[in-house]
């Protein structure tokens, strides 16, 4: 059944375009960290060691705070609402950390700074994933409560993804940027003087959403506790009460178990296509692979943006969420095959042509995912009454992502060991090349598959949204 979206519950263009510019901000942010950390330990001198511990701790602080932020979110009340303070705020903070935490001072002879550096960017890295995760939670929830439309969610986050892939079209071109010595004297000044446009770029995006979306009525919210340090034993056993409701919702569960297989089994052979790129195609000689792998991640993402997003919006209205993301996983998997013939020593244009295909996975799941979850959160409200949970549910939902992010990264670096990839060597064996490319296959489809089961139950159609929406009205009225 497919009804038309009621004119009331269509988000104007400009409020989604603003929405994605903070989605934006969203990706970049982590998408710049993972290669100006790269030149923390080869730029700035950082023992890998140390290195190791910077990405850990702040991170860590941010796992933490997320569903903590998420339930500030849910629970607070002011003349701004509920999601645009916070917002606002954790965008500036957010864009001037980055900036400042990569101002750090160069090693010169005979002068080591790796102590001071540590500390400084220590101290820095935390206020910067405070910033962040003041800015996200809020943001996250403010897109699932934008509309109460089954497909005008998907529309919004559609726009929201389209505009969040710019981030990783960009991105893999700052290593190329930073080590040009004609626009840089050295790979730290470039480092320092690019993080001030990524920064203020992330700061003027993410602030977007503040001044410019729409939030939800609060006059019919109701249930939401008192923030106050005088009441924080109460704050807190409602926090407890409302992460255990989120944690045991089924089908925000298959949500979260889905996407927790299709992205990190992504995420698990997300560098192997630049490892076989350069020991497969060029045979180790990374000047002669020059800008091939760079433009593998710009196209990846070019496809997902402009072809992968538009029709998978357009799949999920005439068939349904769930459906759309079975038949876009299938697809992905059929392209990941695909890479078998597609890197070819031959004919590196080759490269491209299983890029479409590939892409729905990861271009299916988050626009599908975003949009599910917030049916999930009128379906939660059904169950357990308000508080609305936009915000926690959301920050649940990234915290598992994270987490598996740590778990993909770890298990990435098994895969590689086990087949016998040596990074001291500038030639791989035939043996371990032709092992990285069964697994980077074989890793991503059976995710897939594993995805595809999980999600077979989900049964919250656009059907059964529209009756969960209509008994909500009847019971608070129209928010």
């Given at each position: ?63 933490i705070l997320d569903p ?133 770029l992330c700061l003027i995006m993410g602030i ?272």
């Amino acid at each position: 059944m497919i009804n038309k979206t009621d004119p009331k519950d269509v988000v104007p263009f400009g409020q989604k375009v603003a929405f994605g510019a903070g989605n934006l901000t969203n990706q970049l942010l982590p998408a710049a960290l993972g290669v100006f950390m790269f030149f923390l330990v080869v730029g700035f001198g950082m023992s890998p060691y140390k290195a190791g511990i910077l990405a850990a701790i702040p991170r860590f602080i941010d796992a933490i705070l997320d569903p903590i932020m998420g339930y500030i979110s849910d629970n607070t009340r002011s003349k701004w609402g509920r999601r645009k303070p916070y917002i606002f705020g954790g965008a500036i903070v957010v864009g001037l950390a980055f900036i400042l935490m990569w101002q750090l001072k160069v090693p010169e002879a005979g002068d080591n700074h790796e102590t001071y550096n540590f500390i400084y960017f220590l101290v820095m890295s935390v206020i910067f994933y405070l910033g962040y995760t003041v800015f996200a939670a809020p943001l996250i929830g403010l897109g699932y409560e934008m509309t109460p439309d089954y497909n005008e969610r998907t529309r919004l986050m559609a726009m929201s993804q389209i505009m969040g892939q710019v981030a990783w079209m960009i991105a893999p071109w700052f290593w190329f940027l930073i080590s040009r010595p004609e626009l840089f004297p050295g790979a730290p000044a470039g480092v320092r003087q690019l993080s001030v446009w990524v920064g203020l770029l992330c700061l003027i995006m993410g602030i977007m959403p503040a001044l410019f979306c729409k939030e939800i009525d609060q006059s019919n919210l109701q249930g939401q506790t008192k923030l106050s340090w005088r009441d924080l034993v109460s704050n807190m056993k409602h926090f407890f009460s409302d992460i255990k409701k989120t944690v045991t919702n089924k089908p925000f569960l298959r949500l979260c178990g889905a996407t927790f297989f299709v992205f990190n089994g992504f995420q698990i052979v997300a560098q192997f296509a630049f490892f076989i790129i350069i020991f497969y195609l060029y045979n180790g000689d990374q000047q002669a692979a020059g800008q091939w792998p760079a433009w593998f991640g710009t196209v990846s993402a070019m496809a997902t943006a402009f072809f992968v997003i538009p029709v998978i919006t357009y799949m999920s209205t005439k068939i349904g969420k769930r459906n759309a993301f079975i038949v876009s996983t299938v697809i992905s998997i059929a392209g990941y095959a695909l890479k078998w013939w597609g890197f070819h020593p031959g004919n590196p244009w080759l490269m491209f042509l299983p890029i479409p295909l590939m892409s729905f996975g990861i271009g299916g799941l988050f626009t599908l995912m975003m949009s599910m979850t917030a049916d999930v959160c009128d379906y939660d409200e059904l169950k357990n009454g308000m508080p609305r949970k936009e915000a926690l549910f959301g920050a649940v939902y990234w915290w598992m992502v994270k987490l598996g992010t740590s778990l993909a990264l770890f298990i990435s670096g098994v895969v590689l060991s086990s087949v016998g990839f040596d990074q001291n060597a500038k030639a791989q064996s035939e043996s371990a090349i032709t092992a990285l490319r069964l697994a980077d296959i074989i890793v991503p489809s059976l995710a897939g598959v594993f995805a595809i089961a999980i999600m077979w139950g989900y049964n919250i159609s656009e059907k059964r949204a529209m009756e969960i929406r209509e008994e909500l009205i009847k019971r608070r009225g129209d928010i």
